[in-house]
């Protein structure tokens, strides 16, 4: 996230020989990165002071026509490592202060990093953070508890059309719901360290979109009916990418008017937990920077993990 505030009433202040750079392995200990490192505009209970861990995985289980990350989910850009690289990584980020580690659209992973993760939580105690479209399936998500400490989901939409128009996904809206609540089910409370840094929890966050006030609507009565003490990231960040340059409604980024009708969605529906965003955070500035030569370098540092 950028530049971000709480919610309060009555109205929001505002590589070595093993990595390759082309293809994906069908090995099960293969994994495709296209960037570690610390990352400090996420909510402020994420980032912290050190900065969150992230680890940005290529491939999305969405097809977003408007994704800021459009090089990792829709064209695969990425390295690919092992199982132990991803484990010295993000040991490596702890040692350089991480939060936590933030696993960055993990889903279409999520098998294989099970063990990766077991393997970490015998070494580490920092939580583990799944920042996810949040249409992961149920199945999945029971494989994961215990594993993962913060939940970090996306809900994008309430309006399964849209959902189909803009991401290319069915039956988005009932996915979503069963996602989120599976992880509050997992995480019913949230906790916070004295600095005010989540160690387990949930955060939803809501991206709100060109003239999608009613989907907005939607998503946030939806949030609330799953637990109303839930914290909600109700980001103002959009903005149209060269893939939705000509597109009739995806070609502007939100209005004030627009993010203000989405603040008062969210006190009506309920909520009363959450962060905004200013919308001068809507810039490509704040697209984290996607160097494999970078990343390559530094696993090419790193110790082996484990034998």
């Given at each position: 996230m950028r530049t971000q505030r709480a919610?309060?009433?009555?109205?929001?202040?505002?590589?070595?020989?093993?990595?390759?750079?082309?293809?994906?392995?069908?090995?099960k200990n293969v994994f495709r990165i296209a960037r570690a490192g610390l990352h400090r505009f996420e909510e402020p209970c994420i980032s912290g002071e050190g900065g969150s861990g992230t680890l940005f995985f290529s491939g999305c289980d969405m097809r977003c026509v408007f994704?800021?990350?459009?090089?990792?989910?829709?064209?695969?850009?990425?390295?690919?490592?092992?199982?132990?690289?991803?484990?010295?990584?993000?040991l490596h980020l702890e040692r350089e202060g991480a939060e936590n580690i933030n696993l960055v659209t993990p889903t279409p992973?999520?098998?294989?990093?099970?063990?990766?993760?077991?393997?970490?939580?015998?070494?580490?105690?920092?939580p583990i953070v799944w920042n996810s479209s949040g249409c992961d399936s149920v199945q999945t998500l029971v494989k994961l508890q215990g594993l993962?400490?913060?939940?970090?989901?996306d809900f994008k939409y309430s309006d399964d059309a849209l959902a189909v128009r803009y991401s290319a996904v069915k039956d988005c809206f009932?996915?979503?719901?069963?996602?989120?609540?599976e992880m509050r089910r997992q995480r019913p409370k949230d906790i916070f360290d004295d600095r005010g840094v989540m160690k387990e929890g949930v955060i939803v966050r809501h991206l709100v979109l060109p003239a999608a006030t009613e989907n907005t609507r939607g998503v946030l009565r939806a949030i609330a009916d799953i637990d109303p003490d839930?914290?909600?990231s109700l980001m103002g960040q959009y903005f149209p990418t060269p893939a939705?340059?000509?597109?009739?409604?995806?070609s502007r980024r939100i209005t004030e008017e627009e993010y203000d009708e989405a603040t008062d969605a969210?006190?009506?529906?309920?909520l009363h937990n959450g962060f905004s965003q200013e919308l001068s955070s809507a810039v490509e500035d704040y697209v984290p920077d996607f160097d494999t030569d970078a990343l390559a370098a530094l696993i090419a540092s790193l110790p082996r993990s484990r034998a």
């Open positions: 919610l309060v009433r009555p109205r929001l202040d505002n590589a070595p020989a093993r990595v390759h750079t082309l293809g994906v392995s069908d090995g994704c800021q990350n459009y090089a990792l989910s829709h064209r695969g850009a990425g390295l690919n490592v092992d199982g132990d690289d991803l484990v010295a990584l993000m992973w999520a098998e294989r990093l099970i063990p990766i993760l077991e393997e970490f939580k015998t070494r580490s105690q920092l993962v400490d913060v939940w970090l989901p009932s996915r979503s719901v069963a996602a989120v609540s839930l914290f909600v939705v340059a000509d597109h009739p409604v995806l969210f006190f009506a529906a309920g």
